[in-house]
């Protein structure tokens, strides 16, 4: 079992950046692969990125290529989002996610076991 919590979640304009963290603890976090999902208002669960157990995979959601960068630091047990030229549309409870039997990066929600608490962002226009 892996326990997951998300932090770096907050307000900012369209255009900036915020780098969102996913602290996790339990057996052997270098050998999950890990996700990050969003979940707008009224909306469902919706892939952003996705990692693979040694870093080698990385996969992304068409709507953030080239915006978003996902990595991962398994000395510190910690998966990032980096999310630069942020719009509006971008705002949603964002989710960690981790999954031991998965090999590559899926971007597949319900390939996912375990998952965080969410963090907020929000990105005014």
């Known amino acids: 079992q892996v326990q997951l919590v998300e932090s770096g979640g907050g307000l900012v304009q369209a255009g900036g950046s915020l780098r969102l963290s996913c602290a996790a603890s339990?057996?052997?976090?270098?050998?999950?692969?890990m996700g990050w999902f969003r979940q707008a208002p009224g909306k469902e669960r919706d892939v952003v990125a996705a990692i693979s157990w040694r870093g080698g995979i990385i996969r992304y959601a068409d709507s953030v290529k080239g915006r978003f960068t996902i990595s991962r630091d398994n000395a510190k047990n910690t998966v990032y989002l980096q999310m630069n030229s942020l719009k509006p549309e971008d705002t949603a409870v964002y989710y960690c996610?981790?999954?031991?039997?998965?090999?590559?990066?899926?971007?597949?929600?319900?390939?996912?076991?375990?998952w965080g608490q969410g963090t907020q962002v929000t990105v005014s226009s």
């Open positions: 339990g057996r052997t976090f270098s050998a999950y692969a």
């Open positions: 996610a981790a999954d031991r039997t998965l090999s590559s990066a899926s971007l597949d929600s319900g390939d996912y076991d375990y």
